[in-house]
C-alpha cells in the first residue's frame, strides 16, 4: 500500500474509486411551473439516522439538478436494481430530458418524479441543507416509502468506476 501524505484532488477521487456504493436516482419537482422536473444518478445516498429517520445525500452546486433540488421541499430517491444500468446512465447524462429518455415515472406527493420497476423508494421531506464545499448535503426525513416484490433482486453498485451487481460479484 503506498501513503501520500499529500491527498490532492487526484488521489482523494482514486482512493473514493475504491468505496462501492448503490446506485441510486434522486428526482425533485419542477423548480417552478413551466420547468422541468430534475433526477440525477448518485452514490453519495446514506442513511443518517433512525430517531428521527433521515437520509442525506450530496450534490454539486454546478450539476444540473441543483437548481430544482435547491429549492425543493420534498425528493424521491430510487434504489436501482441490477437490472437499471440503463436508468443510472440515463439520469447521468448531461444536456437530454431524462425523465422523456427514461419514459417509466410518473408524478407522486408535491410533483415529485417517481421511477418505476426500482429496488425501494423513498419519498422525504427536506429538513436542511449544508454547505460542503462545492456540494451541498441534503437531509431528508422519509415520509413514504415502497420495496420491489421481488425480494431477490439485487442493487446495481458502483465500485472502480464501473457499474456491478451483488449476483455477478458472489
Known amino acids: ?18 468505496h462501492a456504493a448503490a446506485v441510486v436516482v434522486i428526482t425533485a419537482p ?9 433526477g440525477f444518478t448518485a452514490t453519495s445516498f446514506t442513511s443518517v439516522s433512525l430517531d428521527p429517520p433521515l ?9 444540473s439538478a441543483w437548481p430544482a433540488v435547491s429549492n425543493a421541499d420534498v425528493v424521491a430517491v430510487h434504489v436501482l436494481t ?3 444500468e440503463h436508468v443510472a446512465r ?28 426500482v429496488l425501494a423508494r423513498l419519498v422525504c421531506r427536506v429538513v436542511r441543507r449544508v ?7 441534503v437531509l431528508a426525513s422519509p415520509v413514504a416509502g415502497a420495496v420491489h416484490d421481488d425480494l431477490a ?15 455477478r460479484a458472489a
Open 90 to 117: 440515463t439520469f447521468s447524462k448531461r444536456g437530454i430530458d431524462r425523465f422523456a429518455a427514461h419514459g417509466d415515472w410518473e408524478p407522486g406527493p408535491g410533483g415529485v418524479p417517481l421511477l418505476g420497476g
Open 153 to 167: 433482486a439485487t442493487p446495481l453498485v458502483y465500485h472502480d468506476g464501473t457499474y456491478h451487481n451483488l449476483r
Open 1 to 18: 500500500m503506498t501513503v501520500s501524505s499529500l491527498v490532492d484532488a487526484d488521489l482523494f477521487r482514486n482512493l473514493l474509486r475504491r
Open 131 to 137: 454547505e460542503a464545499g462545492d456540494h451541498t448535503i
Open 82 to 84: 441490477e437490472e437499471q
Open 55 to 63: 437520509v442525506s445525500f450530496c450534490l454539486a452546486h454546478t450539476a
Open 30 to 38: 419542477e423548480p417552478q411551473p413551466g420547468t422541468q422536473p430534475a
